[in-house]
């Protein structure tokens, strides 16, 4: 049964509900497996990944912290387990983010708290239908029907009925090609800057932690450290400055993060918003500074402001008191150690928050500030690619979601697009 599309197309594509069209291709659509199935008690530490609303980013699925269960769980769920070309969606909260399963998720877990799409063969392009259901207008259809107004939910009712357009396979398959072009070089960008952020580490690791290249030490309270260092925390060398503004004094444009932008253990921030997104009240940072997520602060969010803007108040602005320490403050505060410290001294049972006042009182072996500018300057040259990069990523993402909608609209051909994407790239 045809049904009205959410938007101005050409007359030629049909329109039909995604639940039909799903099983035009013998596929359907499935919530993952509910509470009473998979206990916390089930998790292991290595075992087959279970993807959970917190894993589902922007059409990819962010692994980092994933989840796991035993293959015995895994067959036991077997009709849970999601294939490559599959799509998953989160039941309640973020309901409008998606992500397309790639062959190397192939096998995982629908975990509990998410939707699986399964087009089935022949009659969707699974990269084409990633893209769709990214579209603005079906973004807010979602939006519109999810249940109830403080924390959306979703289920297989409601995506059933979702109105799907369906070009010819063809058609599909170009447009897929053009936007996967432009999420390709994304991709790319990401992993170089996964590189270098790995480099500061190990330079980090090597100068800062393992104390490699001194031969004299004294001790400490913390044990022995390089002769010259002092004992201190991190407030001697980084601050926490309070700028809070209200949503009245902020103009509209005004870039916006919010937890929901920040990668997990990712430095590179590609992503942000609009202020006027967000009615509550928020932290206003400059280009450069750090931004530590103080909630449920073991999702290791921290990451380097692209772009001067605003923030969620639950997120904490961090600036080194000098130049001379941003490289040594940011590897610091993004590291594993720093962050595990972070979430043991936090409060709260079911959000627990770390402050700045605990994160302050990090003790740690200060060197001369002579190493830290040595540190800074071999670093600086990394941050400031990823700092490129980042830029070209968002630049990048925001041509593919401007086309996205004009493509399937057929209001612009795949000739005039594909010369866009390649002077883009």
Not at 1 to 23: D, H, I, K, Q
Not at 77 to 83: A, F, Q, T
Not at 184 to 191: A, E, G, Q, S, Y
Request: proline share 7%; net charge neutral; glycine share 8%.
């Amino acid at each position: 049964m045809e049904v009205n599309p959410p938007f101005f197309l050409p007359a030629s594509w049909p329109t039909y509900p995604m639940g039909e069209v799903c099983r035009k291709g013998g596929g359907d659509i499935q919530t993952g497996p509910f509470g009473n199935q998979l206990h916390k008690s089930d998790y292991v530490a290595v075992g087959i990944p279970s993807i959970m609303p917190v894993n589902i980013g922007d059409n990819q699925i962010n692994d980092v912290g994933i989840a796991r269960i035993t293959a015995t769980d895994a067959q036991r769920l077997g009709k849970y387990l999601v294939r490559a070309g599959d799509i998953v969606y989160s039941r309640r909260g973020d309901v409008e983010r998606r992500a397309l399963v790639r062959e190397k998720e192939d096998g995982w877990l629908c975990g509990t708290g998410c939707l699986r799409v399964r087009f089935g063969e022949g009659v969707v392009i699974p990269e084409f239908g990633a893209y769709y259901l990214g579209h603005p207008a079906v973004r807010e259809w979602i939006v519109r029907h999810a249940i109830g107004a403080t924390m959306p939910n979703l289920n297989t009712k409601i995506l059933s009925a979702l109105p799907f357009v369906l070009p010819p396979l063809p058609e599909q398959q170009a447009i897929a090609n053009i936007l996967g072009t432009l999420d390709d070089k994304i991709d790319l960008n990401r992993r170089m800057n996964e590189t270098l952020e790995a480099m500061a580490r190990a330079i980090f690791k090597s100068w800062f932690i393992d104390f490699d290249g001194h031969t004299e030490f004294e001790d400490s309270e913390l044990g022995p450290i390089p002769k010259g260092w002092r004992v201190g925390k991190l407030a001697d060398v980084a601050d926490n400055p309070r700028r809070t503004i209200q949503p009245s004094d902020v103009p509209s444009t005004t870039p916006y993060i919010g937890l929901h932008h920040m990668p997990r253990r990712c430095i590179a921030l590609d992503a942000w918003g609009r202020a006027d997104e967000v009615g509550s009240g928020k932290s206003w940072f400059k280009k450069g500074e750090i931004l530590f997520g103080k909630l449920r602060p073991y999702f290791h969010k921290v990451g380097i402001a692209p772009v001067d803007g605003v923030c969620s108040t639950d997120i904490l602005v961090v600036v080194p008191k000098s130049a001379e320490w941003h490289s040594y403050v940011m590897s610091l505060v993004s590291s594993k150690d720093f962050v595990d410290y972070t979430d043991t001294y936090s409060t709260g049972t079911k959000m627990p928050r770390t402050n700045w006042k605990d994160m302050g009182n990090y003790p740690l072996a200060i060197p001369p500030k002579s190493l830290a500018k040595a540190f800074q300057d071999i670093t600086e040259v990394f941050y400031h690619r990823i700092g490129q990069d980042v830029h070209q990523n968002y630049s990048l993402a925001s041509l593919r979601d401007a086309l996205l909608p004009k493509l399937i609209s057929g209001e612009l051909s795949l000739t005039e697009t594909e010369k866009m994407v390649a002077e883009a790239i």
